[in-house]
Structure formats: C-alpha cells, structure tokens
C-alpha cells in the first residue's frame, strides 16, 4: 500500500471519528421568525410567506411612527421572534421599539450571515436573515440591559471628553513651543498647578518671565532661575490667541468632565449593592504605591466598582479603577450573559481563531474585534512589564520567548479569566510573587527533560548527589 493511500484512509478515520454529520434535511425551529436589514434611512423586513405568496417584504422608514408600524405589522403577521443585522447604531432604536412591544430581538453579527456573492440587495438579505433565523442558524450579539447601557453611554462620553481635552492641551504645547517657551521642559505637567497658573497669566497678559516664575509651586524640582529661562522667548500675537482659545476650550472641557461626573456617580448609585466577598484592602493599596491618575472621576471610583461587583479587581496586577471601570461598562457587572471564561475571552477577541484545513492548524491568530474592554485588557497587560509579581515575571518570560504582541494578547487572556473568576465566582485573588513563577518555571523545564529523556531511552541524574531526578 502506498504512502498516499495510507494518509487517505487515515483521513477518513479522522473525518468519521470527529465530524458530527449533517442533517438530511433542515428543519424549521422559528416558525413565526422575521429578518430585518437596517439602514440608516429605510429598513428592509421579511416575514413568513402566507399560502399563496412567494414572499412578504416590506420596507419602512426610520422616524420612531415608521418603527412603531414596523412592530403592529410584525403583531399582524404573528411574529414572534425578530433578527436584525446592522453597522454602526442604526439598531439601536428599532432594538429598543420591538423589544417593548414583546417581541424577542436578537442582534446578529454581520460576518455570520454572508449572503451569496454577486446576488446581495437590501430585499434578499432581509429574507436571508428571516430564513436562517427560522433555521436556528443565527446566534444574538451580546446586548446589554438599559441600567449597563446607560453606564456605558456615560463612560463613553466621559472618555470622549478626556481624550478632548488632551488635544487641547497639546494644542497648548504647541503655540508655547512657537513661541520658543520651553514649559514642558520645566514642567512635567503644563496643565498642573504650576503650568496653569502661569499659562493663565499669559493670557491675561504677563510678559515679564520672573514674574511668572513666580507661580511656582514648593514641589517643583526646577528653580525659579530655570523656570524664568524657560519662559524667556518671543510673545507673538497670533500664537497668544491660539493660546488663548486652547485654554478656553480646555477651561470648557473640564467642566463638561465635572459634569459627566456627577452624572455618573448618581447613575451608580442605583445599582444594587452586591455582597462584597471580602472588604477593600487599603493597606495593600498602599504597598502596590498605586496613586490617583489625574482624569479618574472626582468621586471614589474604586469603592463604587466594589460596592457593584463584590470583589475588589483593583488587587489584580496592572488592573486599576479605570480598568475595572471600562470593563464593567461593556459587560456588566455580573458577567452572566458569558457562560464560561473561553466564552468571554472569545467574546473580547482574545482567544486564538484556529483556522484548520486538512486536520492541520494552518493560523492561530485572534480575531480582529474592536472592544473597548479588551483594548483596556491589553494596556494592563502591557503595564505588567515592570511589575514585581507572580503576573510581572510570567509577562516578561512571555514577551522574551513570543515578542510582545503575542505576549500582551496572552496575559489580556489571563487577566480576563481572572476577572470572570472573581466576578462569577467571588474568588479572591491572591499574588504568590515573582520568586513563585521562577519556581514553577523551574517544575516545567524539569518536567520536559524528564520527559524528553525517556523518549530516547535515557535517565536525568543529579550531578550533586548523583541520584536519579524523578
């Protein structure tokens, strides 16, 4: 028998011994189902053909009359069930009418519902989408409820607004800079105490460079000689209004933050309060030397997220409020809408997308998804890089051996699972330390050559004791 017929015959037995089959025939599970193509001026929607009809499509507006129509419509023809496919937040409101008219609604990922090339018009794909979903072939988008959705939205706004107002401060630098006024140097922080006094009394017209050295505060490492160096330049009028205006809109930004503040800690203060499993660690706090960042909220954001969640995610490495913030505004603060971990990391795109052909595993990379909470993950994956821990040591042994993507995306994975096991389950999270990892990393590599050693029919030995290594 030759080669080629012995790997064909073992891929028979591969395939019969792991595919599962296909049905004879598909059955139909949503009997009353409907399929929507949203739009950002029309919607496209498809129901069961009645006796007699090839098809029932109908298309309507997107004012909130128009969707009302769509939902009585929907009552008329007896749906029960509803699939939409949309881009962007087109869904949002038509989610939101149907679902008050009792009708369950499932978002479904647009990747997963690919219509046959070459025949893709708004018509057909509502009537795609209403034949799959009355197959049971469609799966729901995680959707959260309206308390998570409005966090959400607030949190949204909030860093909308922070990363607002960093540009008007760069904005700032930058007509200083022209103006050959080197404050950053001097500075690590033109808009700190120091930075906005003396920027406020530029614009209100102070020239003289002594003067301003003067604003500075007693922390400041730099003298009142190297500040007033710093501040000597030339004064132009243009540069002085753009100045001026990055200023004012800073000045606006910061109030509309204060704002959005207090909107979010009232909004926060309705969620129920969940048993906490173990109290705020403070004293451990201040070991890990953790410090406020300057754009966290003015209230304690810390407490809040623990008050919600029950666990502290803050005693985690490399995850701080704003971390834990993120992630319970994008997911909820119970994570019961993910069954397992892999179902939530796959949900962060997190997980290896194994593509197989032939029973071999061609690619391993994770999907591309754009998520909040996971772009949050892997910036706290990143901050481990320095960090003195059980966490620090497996992120740096990782990014040595896989480069630092692969090793960012890997320690996002761990934290995410950590997360849900805390959430999910009230484990507590303990640091075993850096010196912890180095042993364990000690066990595998023993392990391995124990192993490696028998295959070729060889035994370890301790060349101190001259005993054999088990």
């Not at 978002?107 to 219509?115: C, D, E, G, S, T």
């Not at 006024?181 to 009394?201: E, F, P």
């Not at 391995?448 to 301790?462: D, F, H, S, T, V």
Request: glycine share 6%; hydrophobic share 35%; proline share 3%.
């Amino acid at each position: 028998m030759s080669s080629q017929t012995i790997k064909m015959a073992e891929r028979m037995k591969y395939t019969q011994r792991k595919g599962k089959g296909l049905p004879k025939q598909l059955e139909s599970i949503n009997l009353h189902a409907a399929g929507i193509d949203i739009g950002g001026e029309t919607h496209f929607a498809a129901v069961p053909p009645r006796e007699g009809e090839d098809a029932a499509v109908r298309s309507f507006g997107c004012f909130t009359a128009d969707l009302h129509e769509l939902a009585d419509w929907f009552e008329e023809c007896g749906v029960e069930t509803v699939a939409m496919e949309s881009t962007g937040v087109y869904w949002m409101p038509v989610y939101r009418v149907l679902e008050s008219h009792g009708f369950e609604v499932r978002l479904v990922n647009a990747r997963h519902i690919k219509y046959v090339p070459g025949r893709k018009t708004d018509v057909l794909d509502c009537q795609w989408i209403q034949t799959l979903h009355a197959y049971g072939l469609l799966r729901g988008s995680f959707v959260p409820p309206k308390n998570i959705d409005q966090l959400r939205a607030y949190w949204r706004q909030r860093k909308m607004l922070v990363e607002s107002c960093a540009r008007e401060i760069q904005h700032m630098q930058k007509a200083l800079t022209q103006m050959n006024l080197h404050l950053s140097v001097v500075l690590s922080d033109v808009t700190g105490v120091t930075g906005i006094k003396i920027i406020r009394a530029m614009v209100q017209g102070e020239r003289d460079p002594q003067a301003l050295a003067r604003f500075r505060h007693h922390s400041v490492k730099k003298s009142e000689e190297e500040i007033a160096k710093a501040l000597t330049g030339h004064y132009s009028d243009e540069h002085l209004f753009c100045l001026r205006q990055a200023l004012e809109l800073y000045d606006a930004f910061q109030k509309s933050i204060a704002d959005c503040d207090t909107e979010l800690q009232k909004h926060m203060a309705r969620f129920e309060r969940k048993e906490p499993q173990a109290p705020l660690d403070d004293e451990g706090q201040k070991k890990r030397k953790t410090k406020k960042r300057a754009n966290e909220p003015a209230f304690d954001l810390r407490a809040e997220v623990h008050r919600i969640c029950g666990v502290d995610l803050t005693r985690i490495d490399g995850i701080g409020a704003m971390t834990a913030q993120t992630i319970i505004s994008e997911c909820g603060p119970d994570l019961s809408a993910f069954p397992t971990p892999g179902e939530f990391a796959s949900w962060l795109g997190l997980c290896s997308n194994n593509q197989i052909t032939g029973g071999k595993i061609q690619k391993r990379r994770s999907r591309s998804v754009k998520n909040r909470a996971a772009t949050a993950l892997r910036m706290a994956a990143e901050s481990l890089h320095s960090s003195q821990s059980y966490l620090g040591a497996q992120y740096r042994r990782k990014r040595a051996r896989l480069g630092a993507p692969k090793a960012i995306t890997a320690m996002a994975h761990k934290l995410a699972k950590l997360i849900y096991a805390m959430i999910r389950h009230g484990q507590a999270y303990v640091d075993y330390g850096q010196q912890k990892e180095e042993q364990h990393h000690t066990e595998r590599i023993k392990r391995n050559l124990i192993r490696q050693a028998k295959k070729i029919g060889y035994e370890l030995m301790n060349s101190e004791t001259g005993e054999l290594v088990s």
